[in-house]
């Protein structure tokens, strides 16, 4: 991959690249399928239920048969809705989705885009996200849907703060934002990756991660039992997918990038296990951090607005600074000198 | 220029937590609350008024579609008042079983309330540990009267049918069952700190003004006010039992939470003691004129359901129907303390304090 | 933060813990003997005498009577015999009161139809509706021995 982003562009580099471009979003869309399958079977076990089990052997096909349904049913649009903004919301909110995927490392030679600012670059891209669910907040001319969207916004906005500060620790460790280097630099055994030595930035880009998802216990803006769907409640059929995928989709970039950042990316946990590919160490760090989405969302209540916002503004932005000086302060006496 | 407005809100009649069919219509300045007004009357089926045309065993099919949720003691307290007006002896094993049923039928009812207020604040999970237990209680009184939840089980006099052979051993190997559960829901929930946060502190009042507002139950307690029936006015047999009243110290939803919690534990702690003392065998029917005709006057009896105080007030004129018959639906009269707690909160905790309450649509609006 | 993990352990444990699914449509749900179902009417039982339809809260019994045909017998026979499932509450009571056990219940309970047409049953169907009936109905009027067993 990395030589064909070398070389110039001519039609075939582009050919190529639109392909993988191709196979990245059938791998998207095939992951997407099962962690919602996963998400209920995981559910359905902790609850005490067995899950998806009618469609398909083991109710595998559970969740192509609820896209087909998406995808058959009449396609609503309110009379009161602003039409454009209502049609726009759902394409804005997935196309950002989908482009932060390109700078995410898989291996050390597995990657898509080998850009300086990856980190930057992700972290940009994802907050277009926020403005898509406004707008559907808000076109959909619903009370529901616009309380919401604006939730959605605060909340966005004020995580987005300590999630990027977070990640400055890593990045100053590293001296690098792309995510390739520093995926790479981080050593081979399991106590040399950044999320022991970055354990505050560690903690605070979870919780933050979790909440820039609008997962439990951080979904308000869905928040069924209070804004009965939130900012979606007007959507239906296909679009109403393309916000389900959208959501899915940040839990596929932000697995990753937990993964990459934190857990050491593609290296085995000790030099020893070296012999399994890194593919497949990546795979189940990856694994790990999703079932511990669907695990958190089986077991959370929900957090209140001004909680959310307190906990976020009060407590994780000055621990998100802390760990900053932290890691200056341990480069500069110990690493520099 | 800018301009803000109030935001009117209609919650429910169709909403996820609004427990049924109940309606508020919410003046949001924000997400903070300017006015509330609570619309009920959708579930609305005229009990009081036909029961003025049946006689009283025809009305306990109706009782048991009041507070669909707790029917055992929506039973008791028709069958109560009737036996009062009359003067009938219920012999010991019915009345047994009647105060086993009814406890039984506390637990459900709690679990019921614990696992859909969980579910208002966010958590899945708790729901279907809730039900899977409230299940085999459902399916103790499937047993006992074939039927899940509109039991009709009681009868003027006692009791419609004896517990079947090898009944009160299941309900014995229940009770500790269910104790352990209850230490399971506290290690899943009590203690968790995003659940506190979310319920400490909310929907506060003080003793005085939950007796103004004529509270009662937990939504009574919680302010620490000692005032349970069974304790109170011991009806049934309740004399008899050891078990303590939990009461609360500030009056919000935490208190009622661990309220309701503990009294769970209780119940299940008479349910021990009943089921120890309960005779062997014996007539669950007293003796009964064929025809039931109270003699001309009036009753007012109350007890101790798991919402509070269900009241039934009989007008009689000797004939075989009531000529009123009036309930005391403690839903009903807790509901009206809603507008007053939701004045100032914010979107969030109108569903906590609504959940707190623990009303039944059903009830509500009779 | 403590009782965050507690709570996260005991969804853990969960995952192993006996699963409370039934698969009901393909296994059927047997009801205890008790359970109160759709009735089944035996027309030979009946003695007309009425208080099935008196005792009903909600009236949704309807029943007519004629001349037994055979004239050395007194009496009347059932003629039709009507139960609107529409507004029945299978509340119980009609048979409770029934000297005969002509009507009795028994374990069914799929009402479920595409028309509300189809929930008016009448003397036949309640007739062939014979599979699951109730043993033990306990009413008024039965030997003292069939009613409900002791402990």
């Given at each position: 991959m990395g030589t064909w982003l070398d070389e110039t562009l001519t039609w075939g580099n582009a050919l190529i690249f639109f392909l993988w471009g191709v196979i990245l979003l059938a791998i998207v869309l095939g992951f997407v399928t099962y962690a919602i399958y996963f998400e209920r079977k995981v559910i359905g076990w902790m609850q005490l239920r067995i899950g998806p089990n009618r469609v398909g052997p083991l109710g595998l096909l559970q969740t192509v048969a609820d896209i087909l349904k998406l995808l058959i049913k009449e396609d609503t649009i309110p009379r009161k809705a602003d039409r454009m903004l209502f049609i726009l919301a759902p394409a804005l909110a997935y196309v950002p989705a989908f482009a932060?995927?390109?700078?995410?490392?898989?291996?050390?030679?597995?990657?898509?885009a080998d850009i300086n600012v990856g980190l930057l670059y992700y972290v940009a891209l994802s907050g277009i996200s926020t403005i898509a669910i406004v707008i559907g907040g808000w076109s959909s001319n619903n009370k529901y849907a616009l309380l919401g969207g604006m939730r959605s916004a605060a909340q966005m906005i004020s995580y987005e703060v300590p999630l990027v500060i977070s990640v400055v620790g890593v990045v100053m460790m590293t001296g690098s934002l792309n995510l390739r280097i520093i995926g790479e630099q981080?050593?081979?055994?399991?106590?040399?990756?950044?999320f022991l030595p970055q354990i505050i930035g560690f903690v605070v880009f979870i919780i933050a991660a979790v909440s820039e998802l609008n997962r439990t216990p951080f979904d308000l803006p869905e928040a069924e039992s209070e804004l009965v769907a939130g900012y979606h409640v007007e959507y239906s059929g296909f679009r109403f997918a393309f916000f389900m995928l959208t959501e899915y989709v940040y839990v596929y970039a932000i697995a990753a990038l937990t993964t990459v950042l934190f857990l050491g990316g593609w290296h085995a946990p000790a030099p020893f296990l070296d012999f399994v590919p890194g593919i497949i160490w990546f795979l189940l760090k990856f694994s790990c951090i999703v079932f511990f989405l669907f695990w958190l969302r089986a077991t959370m209540p929900r957090i209140r607005v001004d909680q959310l916002m307190g906990f976020g503004w009060k407590v994780l932005l000055p621990l998100a600074i802390l760990n900053v000086f932290i890691t200056a302060l341990y480069l500069e006496l110990f690493i520099k000198g | 220029m800018i301009r803000t407005e109030e935001l009117l809100l209609n919650v429910g009649p169709q909403h996820p937590s609004t427990h049924g069919v109940f309606r508020i219509i919410v003046k949001l300045d924000g997400e903070v609350i300017t006015e509330a007004i609570p619309v009920m009357g959708y579930l609305h089926r005229g009990t009081e008024k036909l029961a003025e045309d049946l006689n009283f065993t025809q009305i306990i099919p109706y009782t048991d579609r009041m507070d669909y949720v707790s029917a055992m003691t929506n039973n008791y307290v028709l069958c109560h008042a009737v036996e009062t007006m009359m003067g009938l002896e219920i012999p010991e094993r019915a009345e047994f079983m009647r105060l086993i049923v009814m406890e039984l039928q506390r637990v459900a009812s709690h679990l019921v309330w614990w696992g859909t207020y969980l579910l208002d604040i966010g958590a899945m999970s708790p729901f279907l540990y809730a039900f899977r237990d409230r299940e085999m209680i459902i399916d103790f009184f499937n047993e006992l009267c074939g039927a899940r939840l509109t039991y009709n089980y009681m009868r003027v006099g006692g009791v419609k049918w004896d517990a079947p052979e090898g009944w009160l051993d299941k309900v014995r190997d229940f009770v500790p069952y269910m104790e352990k559960k209850l230490d399971e829901y506290n290690n899943l929930v009590s203690g968790n700190e995003i659940f506190l946060a979310r319920i400490k502190g909310i929907g506060q009042y003080d003793a005085q003004t939950a007796i103004d507002y004529g509270l009662s139950g937990a939504n009574l307690r919680c302010t620490g006010v000692d005032w349970d029936l069974r304790r109170a006015?011991?009806?049934?047999?309740?004399?008899?039992f050891e078990f303590d009243v939990p009461l609360g110290k500030t009056g919000d939803c935490y208190d009622r939470y661990l309220i309701r919690l503990e009294e769970t534990r209780q119940s299940l702690r008479i349910l021990k003691q009943a089921l120890e003392q309960i005779p062997s065998s014996g007539e669950v029917m007293g003796k009964v004129p064929r025809v039931i005709r109270p003699p001309a006057g009036e009753v007012y009896v109350r007890i101790e359901s798991p919402r509070g105080e269900i009241g039934c007030h009989i007008i009689s004129?000797?004939?075989?129907?009531?000529y009123r018959l009036k309930f005391r639906r403690p839903s009903f009269v807790n509901l009206q303390i809603l507008p007053k707690l939701l004045v100032g909160e914010t979107m969030t905790n109108l569903i906590t304090i609504l959940g707190g309450i623990d009303i039944v649509v059903g009830e509500v609006d009779a | 933060m403590k009782g965050l993990l507690k709570g996260l352990g005991v969804t853990f444990k969960s995952m192993t813990a006996k699963k409370v699914t039934t698969s009901y449509p393909d296994v059927p749900f047997v009801m205890p003997d008790r359970f109160r179902g759709i009735q089944h009417f035996e027309p030979d039982k009946c003695i007309v005498c009425n208080q099935c339809a008196r005792v009903c809260p909600t009236e949704c019994i309807t029943l007519t009577g004629k001349a037994n045909p055979d004239p050395e017998k007194k009496g009347k026979v059932i003629d039709t015999y009507d139960i609107n499932f529409e507004i029945c509450i299978l509340c119980d009571l009609c048979t409770e009161v029934c000297p005969t056990e002509a009507i009795v219940m028994t374990n069914n309970f799929e009402l479920a139809s595409y028309s509300r047409d189809e929930l008016f049953k009448d003397r036949e169907w309640l007739d062939n509706n014979n599979r699951n009936v109730r043993q033990d109905n306990n009413n008024i009027g039965a030997p003292a021995a069939a009613k409900g067993g002791a402990k």
């Open positions: 932060v995927l390109a700078v995410i490392p898989y291996t050390q030679d597995l990657y898509f981080q050593g081979n055994w399991f106590w040399e990756w950044n | 006015e011991p009806y049934s047999l309740y004399n008899r004129k000797g004939k075989a129907e009531p | -």
